[in-house]
């Protein structure tokens, strides 16, 4: 596996660009899943579904979400002459014995920030794509206005499950998205036409009643959210059962992720400091310590005072 950094081999392939020649350097770069799906209108249905969700200020605060709407309905308005949707899957998954009474990460965010060593990856990947076929690439990790996991799964890397997670057959949830668009036109892959298996699991274990039977997810309940993006005070009544950032318990229930693999990238392996910290380490924690331990770590999103905040409520008498 090469480390973060690496250069993928250049090849050179003389037939019409397919997945299968994309599928080799995807595997040496880490990613578990690559597939293609034409660059086209995103069909109307799944905008009034996300029309809905807005609607229904499920989304809380995240007022960027509301934002470029006609963006996130056409690839194109992203790159223009955008031909194909290149869509990508890294696993990050690492099993961890748990500490009693240590406080609880979201496992997405114990190692390197993925925006980097996933910008990193696509980069080399749009790179070799334009070295062999030329045209013109954007790259797009979860800060761009588009529909990553609808994309996904036309593209058949996996399917969405009732958490609203992409689930990868045999690897789970426990993934990355990435998106390369590319002007040049590539032979896309059949949708993931799988679905969940109905036990539900996802929607009785969430701690905070966040999930409903269509799949909607109202952030304003969901403990992810709370932790890390909502900036006020959290309720009085609020059990987040130590839980200083995020949240995977709609993952760890879920039958996907029974047998999911170790991840293969180690940037993404967890950081043995972020994993020994206490309660009392995060309640003393200056902003020169945040800054030196969560440096390149997804965790600086919910800032010093946000992790200050969430670790006062967990320790709370």
């Known amino acids: 596996m090469p480390s973060n950094g690496s250069k993928a081999k250049v090849m050179r392939f003389s037939q019409s660009p397919c997945c299968n020649d994309l599928q080799a350097v995807a595997t040496e770069l880490g ?35 509301e934002r470029y709407g006609d963006v996130r309905c056409n690839p194109r308005l992203l790159l223009e002459n955008a031909q194909s949707v290149i869509v990508v899957a890294a696993n990050y998954h690492s099993p961890l014995l748990p500490r009693q009474n240590a406080p609880k990460w979201a496992s997405y965010a114990l190692g390197d920030d993925y925006h980097d060593v996933m910008r990193s990856k696509l980069s080399q990947l749009a790179s070799f794509i334009q070295e062999n076929w030329g045209g013109e690439t954007r790259i797009c990790i979860d800060t761009a206005p588009i529909f990553e996991r609808y994309w996904a799964q036309q593209a058949g890397v996996g399917f969405i499950g009732r958490n609203s997670m992409l689930i990868l057959p ?54 992810s959210y709370l932790t890390i993006e909502y900036r006020g005070e959290l309720p009085e009544k609020l059990d987040l059962n130590g839980k200083v950032y995020g949240c995977d318990e709609c993952q760890k229930v879920c039958p996907h992720n029974l047998n999911a693999p170790t991840t293969k990238i180690t940037e993404f392996l967890p950081r043995k400091e972020i994993l020994s910290l206490t309660h009392s380490d995060i309640e003393t924690m200056t902003q020169e310590q945040f800054s030196r331990i969560f440096h390149h770590s997804a965790i600086k999103r919910t800032k010093l005072t946000g992790l200050h905040r969430n670790n006062h409520h967990c320790t709370k008498k």
């Open 170 to 223: 045999k690897i789970g949830s426990y993934v990355f998205i990435g998106i390369v668009l590319s002007t040049i036109k590539f032979q896309p892959n059949e949708p993931c036409m799988l679905d969940c298996i109905g036990c539900n699991a996802c929607i009785r274990h969430c701690p905070g009643k966040a999930i409903s039977l269509s799949g909607m997810i109202d952030t304003r309940r969901c403990h």
């Open 31 to 65: 990613f578990d899943k690559i597939g293609i799906a034409n660059a086209s209108e995103v069909p109307q249905s799944v905008i009034d579904r996300y029309n809905q969700w807005i609607a229904s200020n499920s989304h809380g605060d995240m007022s960027y979400m």
